[in-house]
């Protein structure tokens, strides 16, 4: 009896892990991720909570303050692009020209949707990979996305770090939990 108890137990908390899909599966899978944002620009360096949902046709990124109260939300679809930030709306059919814009930096979305889950996006691109096959730095569309630090030590280990750089801007990603299918 005791022994049936012990395995039911030792069953029931695998069961209860979180599951965490190896990055080849996730390509097209809404996700969502909490985290932070380092953004060096003109001289200038901001940091942010980051709370991204990622659905198949829509994105949603709440910049967040230290009190965990969004700051600005930037809402992309299919059709258009809205920012909102300190009681101002803007929209615009390009998310990354209202981010321009408005913030005065950008974020690729279609791009970076793929790299953080450590994947390359359709198009060309150089990659160099690290002795477990992950990659350590990625070139694409005009960006150099270096992976600094894994979620572990795992060859299917999502990254848990990441520095993204082009003309000037410089953004440092730190990713602390991740969703799957948010709704």
């Not at 981010?99 to 359709?122: A, N």
Request: hydrophobic share 40%; net charge negative; proline share 4%.
């Amino acid at each position: 009896m005791i022994r049936w108890l012990l395995i039911f137990l030792l069953l029931a908390g695998c069961a209860s892990q979180p599951v965490v899909p190896h990055p080849s599966h996730v390509e097209e899978v809404p996700f969502a991720m909490n985290g932070r944002i380092l953004v060096k620009h003109a001289g200038k360096r901001d940091s942010a909570g980051l709370r991204w949902t990622h659905q198949l046709h829509n994105d949603e990124i709440l910049l967040l303050n230290p009190l965990g109260q969004a700051a600005a939300r930037i809402y992309s679809d299919d059709h258009k692009a809205t920012l909102d930030e300190g009681g101002k709306h803007y929209q615009d059919s390009d998310v990354e020209a209202l981010m321009q814009q408005v913030l005065g930096w950008r974020l690729q979305l279609d791009g970076l949707h793929h790299w953080v889950l450590g994947l390359v996006s359709e198009g060309g691109a150089m990659v160099e990979r690290d002795e477990l096959g992950r990659i350590t730095v990625l070139y694409q569309d005009g960006w150099e996305v270096r992976y600094l630090r894994y979620a572990d030590d795992k060859a299917d280990s999502l990254p848990a770090r990441m520095e993204l750089s082009r003309e000037g801007l410089q953004l440092t990603l730190l990713i602390d939990e991740w969703e799957w299918n948010p709704k």
